[in-house]
């Protein structure tokens, strides 16, 4: 009696494991779509009020901007982090909701020479494009895609990107750092502390 009882639990235990599973794809489901929606309301959210601060270029090796959008309540909902080097650039969208970060958006672009020369003798050089969602939820990242395109062109990386298909990441690495910035960015209101974070070391 005590084999058939142990047999029966024993069988048990995938159908439990599906289950749970099938309740966990439907939880992150019903969370994607609810991130949708905030995403949706603070896009279409024209009374937001814009505020941007720019880095001194000539006392900084970190060029680049933050802007922020708050409701009339001074609500944080979007932060827009923008930087630049001497071979790329990219810019980080922070989506908040209620304080809490919810989304992510990442575009980065960098060129860099191939060692091949055109036929006019000039230096041949390729465009990296590269773009990251991460959902989150409750502080977790719960999901992250990403894209990737490179081009002789550097006129048609965003055409290429919008063309390419996200592929989903297994290892949400980034996850962590990005958590830590939103909450850093979300805190400055001038542009000599958006100085002062990229100046510590």
Known sequence: M???VGMRNLLMIPLIGGLLLASSQADEKSQIAQIRKWYGEVENNKALK?????????????????T?????????????????????SSTVMFYFNNGKLFFVYEFTEEWRFTG??????????????????????NGKCIRALSKTVQTGD????????????????????????????????SKMKSAEELEKYFSEP
């Open 2 to 4: 005590d084999y058939e």
């Open 50 to 66: 814009k505020t941007s601060y720019k880095t001194n270029e000539d006392e900084t090796p970190h060029v680049g901007g933050l």
């Open 68 to 88: 922020r959008y708050e409701t009339k309540a001074g609500e944080l909902k979007k932060l827009i982090h923008d930087s630049y080097g001497e071979h790329g």
């Open 116 to 137: 091949e020369e055109t036929a006019e003798g000039q230096s041949k050089t390729v465009t990296i494009g590269r773009e990251y969602r991460y959902y989150f939820h």
């Open 154 to 185: 550097g006129g048609k990386v965003r055409k290429l990107l919008q063309k390419a298909k996200n592929e989903l990441m297994a290892h949400h690495d980034t996850a962590p750092n990005l958590l830590r910035q939103a909450e850093a960015f």
